[in-house]
């Protein structure tokens, strides 16, 4: 590979949050997390999906904040300001989970991921491009689509001297060509804040981390909720990190608690070199999903 894809070894930081309804409360308590990750010197940090509210269909409205024009002011969305101002003390990146967003004009809501620099300046937004709309009988039911509208583009972020990397929301993960894309554009990260529940986690959590990983021989990082079992939802917690290799470098348990794991390039192109799937793709046969019609841009 000329380049490396990422340029610097990078201490990531998976924040496995406890939330409950009180808002403010899980802003303040995140800040507290983010920092005690910044001090054990994550220079990424991540949270996980709704990390502000309870995760639930009849949730999103209430909680929703009101992000564009951007920047919102702070009552528009005290989230986003919060974020803003933990990544600057923290002095890291900060993925930051996903909020419920409410589009005045078009009056829509998404689930939307924002992730701010070390300065406190917006990098990115994503907005979940796949809903999660499933019905397994005696189980799960679950439509975000009866109140949420789809994003519409995949994210890849450059972190300045690190390299770049992308962030979609949960169910994304479950749609290979999202990982691919990104990728094949030069990701050596791909991250998911996620609230698997208790059916599927169980069955596809590990399996879609490292398939993910596997396909594309890049780091994943998976970062859930806290389990709640006092809450409606019981998200299935085990926020792990998977290496290039499909190899798991750290798993949680339900708990709350942090995940860190060290990346770095040269791991990516060891194994790239031992499996060299990345140059032995044909695109005389199929077509490169990286290539033609893909948005990046809203
Ligand atoms: O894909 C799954 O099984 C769970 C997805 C999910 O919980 C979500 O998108 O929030």
Redesign the pocket.
């Known amino acids: 590979m000329a380049t490396k894809l990422l340029k610097k070894p990078l201490k990531l930081a998976l924040i496995q949050l406890a939330s409950g309804a009180d808002k403010h409360a899980n802003l303040s308590h995140a800040r507290q997390k983010v920092l005690e990750a910044s001090k054990a010197g994550a220079n990424l940090v991540v949270l996980p ?1 709704c990390f502000n509210s309870p ?1 639930g269909v009849k949730y999103f409205a209430k909680y929703s904040e009101t992000l564009l024009p951007s920047p919102p002011t702070k009552e528009q969305s005290p989230s986003y300001h919060a974020l803003s101002e933990m990544a600057k003390e923290a002095k890291a990146f900060l993925v930051g989970g996903s909020i419920p967003e409410y589009w005045e004009e078009t009056k829509k809501y998404y689930n939307t991921n924002l992730t701010f620099g070390p300065d406190g300046k917006l990098l990115a937004t994503h907005r979940k491009v796949h809903l ?1 709309d ?1 019905d397994i009988p005696g189980k799960i039911t ?1 439509r ?1 689509s009866d109140v949420l509208s789809p994003g519409n583009k995949v994210t890849i972020i450059d972190l300045p001297e690190y390299g770049r990397i992308a962030v979609a ?3 994304d993960v ?1 749609f290979p060509e999202l990982a691919m894309i990104a990728a094949r554009k030069g990701a050596f990260l791909l991250l998911y804040p ?4 208790l059916t ?1 986690g169980k069955l ?1 959590w590990e399996l879609q981390a490292r398939a993910r990983a596997m396909d594309n021989q890049v780091y994943v990082g998976l970062c859930s909720p806290a389990r709640d079992m006092q809450a409606e939802y019981h998200a299935w917690g085990h926020s792990m990190v998977v290496d290039p290799n499909a190899e798991i470098l750290g798993e949680l348990e339900e708990k709350e608690d942090i995940l860190y794991a060290e990346l770095n390039g040269e791991r990516i192109e060891e194994v790239r070199k031992g499996v060299p799937i990345y140059t032995q793709r044909r695109f005389d046969v199929y077509p490169d999903v990286s290539e033609g019609k893909v948005r990046y841009e809203e």
Not at 194 to 197: L, M, P, Q, T, V
């Open positions: 999906e995760y999660f499933i679950f975000e929301i949960c169910y479950r996620g609230a698997f529940n599927t596809h």
